[in-house]
Structure formats: structure tokens, C-alpha cells
């Protein structure tokens, strides 16, 4: 079955670490998308990729990083300098950016020690 | 600035019992339009969307939703609940002409036996 597999689905990280999340998806979508989600402030866009090697800043960009070296790959990278890096981290796509949805990996959760 | 507005954190109702979701929303054009579902710990789930044409939109799992232009809403109903409706429900909105989707703050709904 088609779907966006994201991994690993719990991560613990020490201060000062950096952590990749991943991200696959083979549904041959186009586009690709990191959301934060914090209890009671809904999703909030880190990144976006419309096309491979080429990705744009969300409204949450500062602390984190990511790649699109192909098209079925968005891994994020939560680096040292996101001051509060713990939250659920869920991973998206969609096909057809005019008129698509976007659908939803099941999620990381990412706790700092 | 886009925006989408949940007005309800919380709501209880019990089983059988009707369901409004509100979801309003802040654009200047005509939007696209999406509910999605989120069960504890898991990614969203697509509802239903409303891109154009007929105002009423039947989604899965019973509910619909009603785009109101001249009240800038697009609430989300269902005509009786079941303890399995039991989940956060976010409301989305999407500019056509742009390639970010604005989530809401989300409504998390309770269900008595």
C-alpha cells in the first residue's frame, strides 16, 4: 500500500544533539512537508519541498534542516539550535499542489533529555 | 495574513448526540478547504474538502461540512456521534495560489457512553 512511513516513531535526545527524523513516501508526490505540533497551537509548517533539491523555510524554520535528494525522501534534522525541540513531529505530502490534501505520516515524537 | 480559527478547545457531547465543529477562517479569495482527524499519537486523516461547487461536502466516517462564504465558515457536522469520534479534529485552509496549507488550533472532542 501507498503511504508515508515515518521513522523512528519515539526518539530521545540528550542537550546539544543532533537528531534526523525520517521521512519516505511512495505515493509519487511532488511536494513534502514538516509539521511541529505542540499541545493546544495545532501544526505548524517547519519546511516545504515542492521539487527535488530545492525546499523553502516554514514559519518554524530557525533550529532545524532538511534535504530532498529525492523525490521519496524528506528527512528533517532538529539541530542544537532549537531551543525547545521536544514536540510530535509529523511528516506530509500531496500529489497536485493546486487542489490536492495532504496526507499525513503517522507522526515522531521527539523528547529531549 | 491567512488564518483559521477553532473557536472550541474542548467540547463533550454524548453518544448519539448531534456534532458542530466551528472552523472559520481569515482570506481574502476563495479557499480550499479541508478537515482532518487525529487519534492520539497518530497523523491526521482527511475528513473531507471543499474546493468548489456545491456548498454542502460529504466527507467519510457520517460527517459534512457546509462553506458559508458570507460567514467565512466551514463547520463540520455530524447528525449522531459514536464513542469512536473520539479525536482531535483540525480545520485547514489552503491559498491556490500558494503551497501552504494553515492548520487551526484544533478541537478535541469527547463522547459519553
Known amino acids: 500500500d501507498g503511504g508515508i512511513t515515518q521513522s523512528p516513531k519515539y526518539l530521545f535526545r540528550k542537550e546539544g544533539q543532533n537528531v534526523t527524523l525520517s521521512c519516505e513516501q511512495n505515493?509519487?508526490?511532488?511536494?513534502m512537508y514538516w509539521y511541529r505540533q505542540d499541545p493546544g497551537q495545532g501544526l505548524r509548517l517547519i519546511y516545504y519541498?515542492?521539487?527535488?533539491?530545492?525546499?523553502q523555510k516554514g514559519d518554524i524554520a530557525e533550529g532545524y534542516s532538511v534535504s530532498r535528494e529525492k523525490k521519496e525522501s524528506f528527512p528533517l534534522t532538529v539541530t542544537s539550535a532549537q531551543k525547545n525541540p521536544t514536540a510530535f513531529y509529523l511528516c506530509?505530502?500531496?500529489?497536485?499542489?493546486?487542489?490536492?490534501?495532504?496526507?499525513f505520516g503517522e507522526g515522531s515524537r521527539l523528547t529531549v533529555l | 495574513a491567512q488564518s483559521v480559527t477553532q473557536p472550541d478547545i474542548h467540547i463533550t457531547v454524548s453518544e448519539g448526540a448531534s456534532l458542530e465543529l466551528r472552523c472559520n477562517y481569515s482570506?481574502?479569495?476563495?479557499?480550499?478547504l479541508f478537515w482532518y482527524v487525529q487519534s492520539p499519537g497518530q497523523g491526521l486523516q482527511l475528513l473531507l474538502k471543499?474546493?468548489?461547487?456545491?456548498?454542502l461536502v460529504q466527507g467519510i466516517k457520517g460527517f459534512e461540512a457546509e462553506f458559508k462564504r458570507s460567514q467565512s465558515s466551514f463547520n463540520l457536522r455530524k447528525p449522531s456521534v459514536h464513542w469512536s469520534d473520539a479525536a482531535e479534529y483540525f480545520c485547514?485552509?489552503?491559498?491556490?495560489?500558494?503551497?501552504?496549507?494553515?492548520f487551526g488550533t484544533g478541537t478535541r472532542l469527547k463522547v459519553l457512553a
Open positions: 506530509a505530502s500531496v500529489l497536485n499542489q493546486g487542489t490536492g490534501e495532504l496526507f
Open positions: 505515493l509519487n508526490h511532488d511536494a
Open positions: 519541498s515542492q521539487i527535488v533539491n530545492d525546499f
Open positions: 482570506y481574502g479569495a476563495t479557499p480550499y
Open positions: 471543499y474546493f468548489s461547487g456545491d456548498t
Open positions: 485547514a485552509v489552503k491559498n491556490s495560489g500558494t503551497y501552504k496549507y494553515i
